[in-house]
């Protein structure tokens, strides 16, 4: 049995929740509250390097049931900073399984507080916007507690991309032969990302989202794919003059997803804002305005491109139908988009799965014209 110590957590706004820590109730952690409203999808959630700086509140009233598999992850460790749950399952089942969400907090130092009203949090967050907060055990005074989270750095102008990203090149091969090869811009990614271009006959060259453009005109690419990420995309100035002249230079298909999709947009001349609270769950629905079909979408992000702001040259391809956020994008004359959310799906729906189809279709387009 896990024994009960006692743990808070303290908001900026002066809240303040009791409840009970689980994972490494030796840790004192920060950072900005979010919550993700997945019913499935916890080991994901907390390997996703797009959580960096982040405390997830988990919507689903009990979570750690299934236990880890240590095969769902999206990168090799886990990301965010701590978790918020209503009911942590002490005992776990699922043939996958190899350890329990507890054995897993404690291996990566990350802590978890469970026992406390979640819904009321959720309220909270989504009425006063994000807010930053502190899980802990220490004996400390709240008035202390509260003066720590009042002094921690806002989630704006934030660079977290360097904190997760890779700093080698990365080659990998799919299982069958390779029809395209596509350097990958690694500024906090995702697992699933990388199989889905494989899946698709890719080989892909992961590169860290430091490279130089010189760097990449060494390699014999088709494509570029861009990452999503953490933090505060406006920040990343060397990034997006990257991507700016990779645009100008290179005359082969762009594709980004979520961080990527920022960067791209903010390349062009657009410019980003950061949402109230975010869009962090697997049931979002989103409408391709191409198409004019309805997608229900996960996502992960904090921040968005301001529609108005787009140049001529860039047209909205999908909006977001909770809040009319711009959802994705392309450009009227090159093989150029991206999107706002997670075509990936891992975890969450599959409607979205096409937009790598999509990138695939414009490499063949591309090879034949040469």
């Known amino acids: 049995m896990i024994p009960s110590i006692p743990a808070v957590l303290v908001l900026e706004n002066g809240e303040t929740y009791h409840g009970f820590a689980f994972g490494d109730t030796t840790v004192e952690t920060t950072g900005e509250v979010v919550f993700n409203t997945a019913m499935s999808g916890y080991e994901e959630v907390l390997t996703d390097p797009s959580y960096k700086g982040q405390m997830v509140v988990f919507t689903y009233p009990m979570i750690g049931n299934y236990g880890i598999t240590g095969k769902d992850g999206e990168s090799d460790k886990i990301h965010l900073e701590g978790i918020v749950v209503k009911e942590y399952s002490k005992s776990y089942s699922n043939w996958r399984a190899v350890k329990s969400l507890d054995e897993y907090l404690k291996e990566h130092k990350k802590i978890g507080i469970e026992g406390i009203d979640t819904r009321k949090l959720v309220r909270s967050v989504r009425s006063a916007g994000t807010l930053r907060g502190i899980i802990t055990t220490s004996p400390k005074e709240i008035e202390t507690l509260s003066s720590i989270v009042k002094n921690l750095p806002s989630m704006e102008g934030q660079n977290l991309s360097t904190d997760v990203a890779r700093t080698e090149i990365e080659k990998h091969s799919p299982k069958e032969k390779a029809r395209f090869t596509v350097a ?44 999503n990420g953490p933090g505060d995309p406006a920040s990343m100035t060397n990034e997006i003059q990257l991507i700016r002249e990779i645009i100008e230079t290179l005359h082969i298909p762009i594709y980004g997803i979520c961080l990527g999709h920022q960067l791209l947009g903010l390349a062009f001349g657009a410019s980003t804002y950061k949402l109230k609270y975010g869009h962090h769950g697997v049931n979002h629905p989103i409408k391709n305005i191409i198409k004019q079909t309805i997608e229900i979408t996960s996502q992960n992000h904090g921040f968005a491109v301001t529609t108005e702001t787009l140049p001529d040259e860039i047209e909205q391809t999908h909006v977001n139908l909770n809040d009319g956020t711009l959802a994705g994008l392309q450009h009227r004359s090159k093989p150029i988009a991206s999107v706002q959310y997670h075509p990936e799906s891992s975890p969450g729906p599959h409607d979205s799965w096409y937009f790598f189809d999509q990138f695939v279709e414009e490499l063949e387009k591309n090879q034949e014209k040469k």
């Open 184 to 227: 990958l811009l690694d500024f906090g990614l995702k697992n699933a990302i990388l199989e889905n271009l494989l899946q698709r006959k890719c080989e892909v060259i992961v590169v860290p989202g430091s490279i130089t453009l010189s760097e990449l005109q060494q390699l014999p690419l088709d494509g570029i794919f861009i990452s």
